[in-house]
């Protein structure tokens, strides 16, 4: 039984580092034939999808060295399909193993066939090794064959491409399901976004995965000077939300009751609230503004008011009658009532308390900043 020495393992744990480190399926593809070349050098190293229910179709992702222009024309390949005895080997058995020409015949006989005279010569292949990636979920059959012109691969090559083999598949799975995550989490980010609410979705290591735009208005607004990167939560957060995950006693069965946190700038408060699911590992921020002191100038924003009749409608708001906005303001009571018309005109609305509560919700809403 061959045995792989010590720099052959390390390169083969540097290359399995390197396939997942890649979590897009399409650049995986892309650079899994200088992954496998680093660890069995060859001429030229090919990625490519051979769908053995349709001979002749083949798929070229890319080659090590990179030749552009590389590619099999559909008679080269229909004639690969139908008589390199590794694939037609791999189509009976469904063997996943690396395979050399020379394990079903000769050098001179290799060299006698029509595959060789018409097709594999033309690629300098005069000695071939390779490989399908078979998964169960995988869609197609990937399939990584490497050349070399001038020596035969060793028994010690084919023990290297087959224990590199089994983790391409897994990093193939790893890539889709990282792909389909962040589908998933660009289409929650997404609904969130299109109802302004302010989530952070965190993981395990405190980064947050989702972010909507107005949580991350707020964390530039209130922890300007504390974030660190894109995607880390402010320290003061992450720390606060360690003490309040801390189990309420010490027999751990009484959970102790979650605090809010909470910041304040510049007359407002930003209140986070924490959830997490003991079962699903959800880590959810929930983030919500408020105004501490009364001002104007949201219901000259939102509901397109003058700067006075925002004023007087901001009085009103607090039960102040008109007598008493009049000596607020230092106008006539008339004054008021032209005012208090124009506002109900402007809102649609028939009573003081239907105005009101058009102007609580108009100074609640979100900053947009």
């Known amino acids: ?72 024309d559909p008679e080269l390949a229909k004639l690969i399909s139908e008589e390199h005895p590794c694939i037609q080997h791999i189509a009976k058995t469904k063997s996943a193993e690396p395979l050399k020409i020379t394990d079903f015949m000769s050098q001179r006989q290799y060299r006698q066939t029509r595959l060789y005279r018409e097709g594999m010569r033309q690629t300098g292949a005069e000695y071939n090794i390779g490989f399908q990636v078979l998964e169960p979920c995988l869609p197609e059959v990937t399939n990584i064959s490497m050349v070399r012109d001038k020596s035969d691969f060793s028994e010690t090559d084919r023990l290297k491409l087959n224990l590199l083999r089994t983790h391409i598949g897994r990093a193939y799975i790893h890539a889709g399901k990282m792909a389909a995550w962040r589908a998933q989490a660009a289409a929650i980010s997404g609904a969130l976004a299109a109802t302004h609410q302010a989530v952070i979705a965190v993981d395990a290591h405190d980064a947050m995965m989702v972010c909507t735009d107005a949580a991350r208005d707020y964390l530039d607004y209130y922890f300007k000077n504390e974030l660190r990167n894109d995607n880390a939560l402010p320290l003061k957060l992450q720390r606060w939300m360690r003490e309040q995950e801390l189990p309420g006693s010490r027999s751990g069965r009484v959970p102790r009751p979650r605090q809010p946190f909470i910041a304040e700038r510049d007359g407002t408060r930003l209140t986070i609230h924490f959830h997490s699911g003991a079962s699903t590992g959800e880590r959810l921020l929930l983030l919500e503004e408020h105004r501490l002191t009364l001002s104007p100038e949201p219901l000259q924003k939102h509901l397109g008011l003058t700067a006075r009749r925002a004023e007087v409608l901001l009085w009103m708001a607090q039960g102040k009658t008109s007598e008493e906005i009049a000596i607020i303001l230092g106008l006539s009571v008339s004054t008021v009532h032209k005012h208090t018309e124009r506002i109900f005109e402007k809102l649609g609305v028939e009573t003081r308390t239907a105005a009101a509560l058009q102007a609580m919700e108009a100074m609640n809403k979100p900053r947009v900043f």
């Open 1 to 72: 039984m061959k045995h792989l020495s010590n720099l052959d393992y390390r390169r083969l744990l540097e290359c399995i580092g390197d396939l997942f480190e890649e979590d897009d399926l399409h650049c995986l593809k892309q650079h899994l034939p200088a992954i496998v070349a680093k660890l069995v050098p060859g001429d030229m190293t090919i990625l490519d999808e051979f769908n053995l229910r349709r001979p002749g179709t083949v798929v070229v992702h890319a080659t090590y060295p990179e030749k552009a222009d590389f590619h099999f």
